[in-house]
């Protein structure tokens, strides 16, 4: 047991630095795992809502979790960083690493203004744990950075314990982790972190304990190897394109042995969202940072592979509007990166949109939870208030995002608004036979 932390006079008190994406799920999580929990967020309008027990973003099942702790009182929420540090006996830092603008590797400004802000601030023994994704390497300069400026000085004992949640499962993959990793110094600091998870353990949920290099070495290699095997499928289906083959069926046929399994098999406009592509962007910086050549060569390919994917699609778009973009009018379904989240944080189907537009045709895009985002990042889209307001006549239809609401589209019906019932799967999920029969050319890439 870390030093300062009580044990049975009462439950432990967690402090929750920085409360997106990450952090609301885990300070609505750490809540519902029956601790004390101050989320600290520096963005006035999150801060606001979440105080009113409501998510800064859409995530199915986060706002009834986060309205239950903040009207029980076990949740609340401040920006100032005075009521966590005496306060808390574990910090949990939650701020984002995006990409730094004109480079592949991770910008960790918001990860330092933490430790400016916190550390001091920090006159008591206590635990901080990081659970932002960090270049390998991170944690120990943090914990030196600590040592040096907090008044408890070595009494801070950092760990880092990767979190692995996916957008739009948020709430039950913090639930419910397929496995915990801790990155840990001491058995003080591991019997602090079992204290925690104490729930998901007693479920069965996995704990790896290792040092803080393979805790951070984890999660950049998890998201590497998603994010190969979602370039691996695409690669299959540009074979599949050039041989007449059915990369959904290959996908199938793959998934099934044990070794292989189905998930991150889908082709498709490749990945996209706030992770998988910096993050792997970041892990070969780091890579080239440490001399690891290899790394970079393997994972390069990777990131083009994806991006080609984004490229094909605008081609594919040309080609069935008759090589013509002036004076066309297509419609783009879906915003977000994928189906079950408002997130448009470099999501394929807004830059396929914005590349047809750049092209010259008038884009209409609707997405059933990500309008607002998309608005900001891209004004100058037209964006309808429905699936079929935005087919009015268009020329060629491009289903980019896998929203269950457009695989109960009516092709008969949409049909009758459109210009040329032409219609490009990039998600490879609508019901190809059912659009053929109602009188659509259907096409996805990578099938027959
Ligand atoms: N988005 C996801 O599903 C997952 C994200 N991650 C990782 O978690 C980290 C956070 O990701 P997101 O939540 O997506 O990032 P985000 O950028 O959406 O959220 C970060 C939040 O931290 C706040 N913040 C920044 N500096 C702060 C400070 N000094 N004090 C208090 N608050 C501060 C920001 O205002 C913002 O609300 C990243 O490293 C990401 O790679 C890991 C697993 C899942
Ligand atoms: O580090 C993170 O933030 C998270 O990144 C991903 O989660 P997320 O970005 O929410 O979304 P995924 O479901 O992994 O999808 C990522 C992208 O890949 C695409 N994808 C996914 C699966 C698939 O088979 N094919 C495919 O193209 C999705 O459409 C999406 O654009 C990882 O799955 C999480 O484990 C990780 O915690």
Redesign the pocket.
Known sequence: MTEGTPTSERPLRIAV?????????TAAGMAEFGFDVIG????EH?LKLLSDGKA??YEPGLDPLLKKHTDSGRLRFT?D?HEIADWADVHFI?????QTEGSDS?DL??VN??V??LAPLLTRPCLVVG????PVGTSKRVEQRFHTEAPAGAGVEIAWQ??????AH?VDDTLHPDRLVFGVQSAAAEATLRQVFATPIAEGSPVVVCNLPTAELV?GGANAFLATKISFINALAEMADATGADVTQLADALGFDKRIGRGMLNAGPGYG???LP??LRAFMARAGELGVEEVITLLREVDDINYRRRARIVDTAHELLGAEWVGRNVTVLGAAFKAGTD?V?DSPALDVAGRIQLHGATVSVYDPEAMENARRVRPTLRYAASAAEACEDAHLVLHLTEWPEFQQLDPVALKDAVSIPVLLDARLSLDSAQWRAAGWTYRAPGKP
């Open positions: 630095i920085g409360t997106n994406y990450l952090g609301a799920n600290v967020e520096i963005d999150r800064p973003l920006k960083y939650c701020v984002g690493t995006p991770a400004a918001q203004s933490v400016d802000m659970r932002s994704t960090v990767p979190e692995f949640l996916r957008e948020g999660k969202g706030g992770c910096k993050d997130d944080r």
